[in-house]
């Protein structure tokens, strides 16, 4: 008597008959992949996060900190800018003493005494000495400015503070040096030693005061325009990884 016939188990559960036990198969499974390891590549590990993460986050701002010093540094270079530019007040007053206008006088005897008055009551040379100093008030200004903006190449309000106190006792030192390297202060004196009738150069004065605030003004608007426009910008609060939060990727669904 003939047994009967038992059909043939599909293909899909032949081949799960045919694995070993323990592994289960795994239904969709590429050529060259071993049964029960499935795939692993970059869609299922989870997006980096953490230390590594934030470390990339902070890189711009870390950065930007290795390049700005301390405020003791900052002290320091303020304090080198300040003796440098008072001290290139001396220079000012060199050279102001040198292109500034004479403004002639003469002396004469009236009596017993002598008498000073100018030679060209309409000149207009006691004006040029103030313009003088008001034009190389600003051309120092300008200079340093620039050469403190070219040694730091970043602003500050101690750096500020420096330039312009720097420029006003520059001014001042220009001013004392001038007067006291000019004519005599002693128009009489002088009168008596040239003699009746000669022409003297009277003493260098500064009449109007305000030409000492040009070169600490004009220190502070170059060194503030140059640091506008070519010093390096502070990051964004989004560039430091701040408070702004990442993109949502629904991994941390309930």
Same mark, same amino acid.
């Given at each position: 008597? +003939?047994?009967?016939? +038992?059909?043939? !188990?599909?293909? $899909?559960?032949?081949? *799960?008959?045919? *694995?070993?036990?323990?592994?289960? @198969?795994?239904?969709?499974?590429?050529?060259?992949?071993? !049964? #029960?390891?499935?795939?692993?590549?970059? %869609? /299922?590990?989870?997006? %980096? +996060? #953490?230390? /590594? @993460?934030?470390? /990339?986050?902070?890189?711009?701002?870390?950065?930007?900190?290795?390049?700005?010093?301390?405020? &003791?540094?900052?002290?320091?270079? @303020?304090?080198? %800018?300040?003796?440098? &530019? +008072? &001290? @290139? #007040?001396?220079?000012?007053?060199?050279?102001?003493?040198?292109?500034?206008?004479? &403004?002639?006088?003469? #002396? $004469?005897?009236s009596g017993d005494s002598w008498i000073v008055y100018l030679k060209d009551s309409e000149g207009e040379q006691a004006v040029g000495v103030d313009g003088t100093f008001t034009l190389l008030g600003l051309a120092f200004g300008v200079v340093s400015a620039v050469a403190v903006f070219l040694a730091r190449r970043r602003g500050g309000v101690p750096l500020v503070v420096a330039l312009c106190l720097g420029g006003l006792l520059g001014s001042l030192l220009a001013w004392r040096l001038g007067v006291w390297l000019g004519p005599q202060q002693d128009v009489i004196a002088h009168a008596k030693a040239v003699g009746k009738g000669v022409t003297f150069s009277a003493p260098l004065k500064l009449g109007a005061k305000g030409a000492l605030l040009a070169w600490p003004l004009a220190a502070l608007v170059v060194h503030l325009a140059l640091t506008a426009l070519f010093a390096p910008r502070e990051p964004e609060p989004h560039e430091q990884g701040g408070p702004y939060p990442g993109p949502y990727d629904g991994s941390h669904a309930a």
């Open positions: 008597m +003939t047994a009967p016939l +038992t059909p043939s !188990p599909p293909p $899909d559960r032949r081949s *799960s008959q045919s *694995s070993p036990p323990g592994e289960a @198969a795994s239904p969709q499974q590429g050529p060259g992949q071993r !049964p #029960g390891r499935p795939a692993q590549d970059g %869609a /299922g590990q989870p997006p %980096a +996060t #953490g230390s /590594g @993460a934030a470390q /990339g986050a902070h890189a711009p701002a870390a950065a930007h900190a290795a390049g700005d010093p301390g405020p &003791v540094a900052e002290v320091r270079q @303020a304090v080198v %800018a300040l003796v440098a &530019v +008072t &001290v @290139a #007040g001396v220079l000012l007053g060199l050279l102001w003493l040198w292109l500034a206008p004479r &403004v002639p006088l003469v #002396g $004469d005897v």
